[in-house]
Nanobody, 116 residues
Framework: QVQLVESGGGLVQAGGSLRLSCVAF????????MGWYRQAPGKQREPVAT???????YYAESVKGRFTISRDNALNTVFLQMNGLKPEDTAVYYC??????????WGQGTQVTVSS
């Protein structure tokens, strides 16, 4: 079993920045894909940014140029630096990680609220 713990969410004004962190611990074989997803009220969960263990990244079009995903493989940690935040970025942000090349795990989520 793998647990993911997110931190770094909060309330920020439009144009501000936040940095999310997610650490994986437990019965880790090898953490492959890691990423951030978000779910706004009344909407489906959507991918925000993902990264493979070799460093290949994906960004949703809506966050390109504003958000940066990074990871520390030795610490099984993934980060999301969010700059230029907009009210439409308001959502619960979830971390997801793939263990051992197969099963995916989710964190409990952290709330990000951007006021206008």
């Amino acid at each position: 079993q793998v647990q993911l713990v997110e931190s770094g969410g909060g309330l920020v004004q439009a144009g501000g920045s936040l940095r999310l962190s997610c650490v994986a611990f437990g019965s880790i074989l090898s953490i492959n894909d890691m990423g951030w997803y978000r779910q706004a009220p009344g909407k489906q969960r959507e991918p925000v940014a993902t990264t493979t263990s070799s460093g290949t990244t994906y960004y949703a079009e809506s966050v390109k140029g504003r958000f940066t995903i990074s990871r520390d493989n030795a610490l099984n940690t993934v980060f999301l630096q969010m700059n230029g935040l907009k009210p439409e970025d308001t959502a619960v942000y979830y971390c997801r990680a793939q263990n051992g090349g197969s099963r995916y795990y989710w964190g409990q989520g952290t709330q990000v609220t951007v006021s206008s």
